[in-house]
Every structure is written in structure tokens, then in C-alpha cells.
């Protein structure tokens, strides 16, 4: 373990005790499925018929087809056990990995979902149910511990940072560009954050990635922060006039996330002095 427990924030201590109760879920849930997985239609179809108003699960059969899934979902079950050991151990360093849980369990939703739709039997309704509240609390819980001690984490940072790079680029309007004040901007930036409540920090979090994924959602190959510089100020400028009033309030939030951190350094720097100088003597004459 590279990182104590005293060392780690709130969140990060509320999902570290999540991917212990995760954990401990597979490995109980690993050998009951093994044992009694075919005895879950049985017990479905044994509700009462004030709670089960849709048609009756088929029985498992006992096939060697049968024996297959449910050894893979075993498999299945014990890597997702062993992936939640390893991030409750370090979270800082293997907290990432929650990735993968999150991929299976939003294609199993998915599918489970159209399983639902498809047949109305009330065991898929009750997979979509237990797989979708599994994704929802753990994609929530990593979300607030994913900064550290930090109000924006490696991901935000390197948004905002194009973003920055985006609205103020070298050789532009100001010697001095983003890029060359990049790590002070985005820490007082951080500090802009501290000062405001949960949730504006959570939302302008989630800002800056629905910002970095909209070209993903545009069917552009890749995201905002690995666009071209030129690609990027032209997305930008297109969501400055986006007809869909959010789309250009989140556009304004995250220009002022840029622009009060960059004009406002504690010593000024040369490249904006010099513009500001030149501004001084052009009133006075």
C-alpha cells in the first residue's frame, strides 16, 4: 500500500470502504452462484402473485451449456472481486481500475434492459435493477474521490488546461500565452473552486468532461483536449453560438475558469504587463 488511510480524503475513504463491501459481496456471491445459481428462476417464479404480475421464468436446464455461463459468470465475478481488492488496498494507485467494473456493469444494463423490454420477464427487471444501482454508486463515489486532496483531478486539469490553450494561445493577443502559465492558472483556478459549494464543484467538474466528450458525441475521433489547436478553437467558437442555451452558459463558465486565473497572477507577468503598460499609456497620453 503506497497510501496510508490518514493520508486519503473523505470521498477517497468513502470509496475505499465501498470497494471493501464490493469485494466482500463477490467472494460470498462467487460460491452461492456457483452453488445455487439455477435455484434464482425457482425463487422468482415462487413470488407472490401480487408481486410478480409478469410471465414466469423458465427453469434452468442442466445441459453443458448450462454449466458453461455459469462458470463464466463465476470467472466473471471473481475478477471483479479481486479488481475491487486491489483498489481498496491503494486507491490512489489502482483506483482507475474501477473502468472496468463500471464497462461491465453498463453493458450488462444495457443488455439486461433489452432482455427486459424484449420478454417482460421480471428476472431481467431485477438484474437491470441490482447491476444498474451497482454502476450508479460507483461511478458516483469514484467521481467525488478521483481529485485526491486536489478539487479537479489529472483529467479536468488537462481540459481546462486546452481550454486554456483553446481561448489564449501563444502568439496571440498576449506574449504571454496559457501554455507558458498553464500550472499556475489551473492551481488558482483550484483554489477559485475551494471557495464554493459541493456542488458548483461537482458541476463544473462535470463541465469540463461533458466539454472534452462532446466531440466523441459529434462522431469526431477523438476528445477535446486531443483535438488540433486549430480544430479546438472552432469547436469552441460553434459552442460559443450553440443554439441550446446550457451548451453556451457551460462555454461562459469555463471561459471565466480560464480567463480570472490567467489576469489575475500574484505578480504579473511580463507578457501581460507589458500590454497592460502599453493600455496605462495610451490613457494618459
Given amino acids: 500500500m503506497t497510501s496510508s488511510p490518514s493520508e486519503l480524503s ?33 425463487f422468482l417464479n415462487g413470488l407472490p402473485r401480487s408481486l410478480a404480475q409478469l410471465p414466469p421464468w423458465p427453469a434452468a436446464g442442466m445441459g453443458m451449456e448450462v454449466y458453461f455461463w455459469q462458470v463464466l459468470g463465476v470467472s466473471l465475478m471473481g ?38 423490454l424484449g420478454s417482460g420477464n421480471l428476472a431481467y427487471c431485477v438484474a437491470v435493477l441490482t447491476d444498474g444501482s451497482i454502476f450508479a454508486l460507483s461511478w458516483g463515489l469514484w467521481f467525488l474521490a478521483s481529485p485526491g486532496n486536489s478539487l479537479l483531478d489529472p483529467w479536468e486539469r488537462r481540459v481546462l488546461t486546452s481550454a486554456g490553450e483553446t481561448l489564449l494561445p501563444q502568439g496571440g493577443a498576449f506574449p504571454t500565452g496559457y501554455t507558458d502559465v498553464a500550472e499556475r492558472c489551473v492551481e488558482d483556478a483550484g483554489r477559485f473552486l475551494g471557495a464554493q459549494s459541493p456542488m458548483d464543484i461537482a458541476v463544473t467538474r462535470l463541465m469540463l468532461r461533458a466539454l472534452d466528450l ?68 495610451e490613457k494618459t497620453g
Avoid at 488496498?89 to 453498463?106: E, P, Q, S, T, W
Wanted: proline share 6%.
Fill in 10 to 42: 473523505l470521498a477517497e475513504k468513502r470509496f475505499r470502504l465501498w470497494m471493501w463491501v464490493s469485494f466482500g459481496m463477490y467472494m460470498l456471491g462467487l460460491p452461492l452462484f456457483l452453488l445455487l445459481g439455477r435455484q434464482v428462476a425457482a
Fill in 79 to 116: 475478477v471483479l472481486g479481486i479488481l475491487c481488492l486491489y483498489i481498496a488496498l491503494d486507491v490512489r494507485r489502482y483506483g482507475h481500475m474501477i473502468n472496468a467494473l463500471l464497462c461491465a456493469k453498463f453493458v450488462s444494463v444495457v443488455c439486461y434492459a433489452a432482455l427486459f
Fill in 214 to 281: 462532446m466531440p466523441l458525441c459529434l462522431l469526431r475521433l477523438r476528445p477535446f483536449h486531443k483535438m488540433p489547436l486549430t480544430e479546438r478553437v472552432a469547436f469552441f467558437e460553434r459552442l460559443e453560438r450553440a443554439r441550446f442555451g446550457p451548451v453556451r452558459l457551460m462555454t461562459a463558465a469555463i471561459k471565466l475558469y480560464v480567463l480570472i486565473p490567467f489576469f489575475n497572477p500574484p505578480v504579473l507577468e511580463e507578457g501581460i504587463q507589458g500590454s497592460e503598460s502599453s493600455c496605462s499609456v
